[in-house]
């Protein structure tokens, strides 16, 4: 602390960078947080703005949002692959596969990037077999997705199968 109570600077800018290290929050997501500050209950606001500071890299404020969409609506596959998301970047792959796996069951499809972003937190976990398989059914119809190829080459690379790696990257660059 520095004299009169105020954080010093260290302390201030350490604190800063753990609230995110993505851009400063934008018009949108400030029209967002009035918007949830007036109806803490507004199911649409409150998941946008979750996937908002998700993109800026606020992680811990993005997985509050996106529990609070969870509770406002418990059978929004959107929501529940959204929270999926945040646990997975935070390396809790356990909670964020059975999020992702509750997303596709509240799904009316096999939605494929809902399959892609399981299919990555299976190879954060190792369970390579598992990942693939899901990869293969979320590539299996068009369109294709640079995100999605870009994640099965890199499942390929790491299990070593250098060659289904380029074919999957040589996809990407068609597209």
């Avoid at 500071?53 to 969870?70: F, S, T």
């Avoid at 356990?94 to 499809?109: F, I, K, N, T």
């Amino acid at each position: 602390m520095s004299p009169g109570g105020a954080p010093a600077p260290r302390a201030r800018s350490r604190a800063s960078a753990s609230r995110g290290s993505g851009p400063r929050p934008s018009a949108r997501h400030a029209e967002l947080l009035r918007a949830v500050a007036r109806d803490p209950d507004d199911f649409q606001a409150t998941c946008e703005l979750a996937r908002l500071l998700r993109a800026a890299g606020w992680i811990a404020e993005a997985e509050d949002r996106a529990r609070n969409a969870v509770r406002l609506d418990p059978q929004s596959a959107r929501a529940t692959d959204l929270l999926g998301m945040v646990l997975t970047e935070t390396h809790r792959l356990r909670p964020g596969e059975a999020h992702y796996r509750r997303a596709l069951d509240l799904s009316a499809s096999r939605d494929p990037v809902t399959l892609a972003n399981l299919a990555w937190n299976l190879k954060l976990q190792g369970r390579m077999a598992e990942a693939r398989a899901l990869y293969l059914e979320a590539t299996a119809e068009p369109p294709e997705v640079l995100q999605t190829l870009l994640g099965f080459a890199r499942l390929e690379e790491a299990d070593r199968d250098f060659a289904a790696a380029g074919r999957l990257l040589d996809r990407c660059e068609q597209l």
